[in-house]
């Protein structure tokens, strides 16, 4: 993933920050602010995911009370299920192990809430490509598809 694939954004024109290959050994997680956020995760190998109006890098959006910590957990996780094969791994991780991982940050502004960042980030990112990130199971709380019915 490139800076320039996060334009699906149009709130905000880049992120507050961006590592495209966050697995190196040389990243360095203190420039990641500690305070609330949303982050986007892509593949770092340039692999692009298809979706039904497009195709990007994005897999994943999440959101965190403390970005540091949250991109932390997902290095690790990530690292694991590149190492260990059994078990069940969340979608983010097996995704990021597969194909790499580029983190990119926005932080929440003024009273903003992490949960209305995200939102707002998934909600973009249907607008442009026909659905939400591939690896986010479930929608965020206020975003609902308005046709078709629940299977479960």
Do not use: C
Not at 54 to 65: A, D, N, R
Not at 118 to 147: C, H, Q
């Amino acid at each position: 993933m490139r800076d320039f694939h996060l334009r699906f954004f149009v709130d905000r024109r880049w992120p507050d920050g961006f590592e495209e290959r966050a697995l190196d050994e040389d990243f360095d997680l203190s420039n990641i602010p500690a305070h609330s956020g949303a982050s986007v995760l892509g593949t770092s190998d340039g692999t692009k995911l298809v979706y039904p109006w497009g195709v990007s890098p994005i897999f994943y959006v999440g959101q965190s009370k403390n970005l540091r910590k949250r991109i932390n957990d997902h290095l690790k996780y990530t690292k694991q299920a590149m190492e260990e094969h059994d078990g069940y791994w969340w979608p983010r991780y097996q995704y990021s192990a597969a194909y790499g991982i580029s983190i990119a940050w926005y932080s929440t502004r003024g009273l903003q809430n992490p949960n209305k960042l995200e939102a707002d980030l998934i909600n973009s990112f249907y607008e442009m490509y026909g659905s939400i990130p591939v690896a986010n199971g479930t929608w965020p709380s206020g975003l609902r598809p308005k046709y078709g019915n629940r299977d479960d």
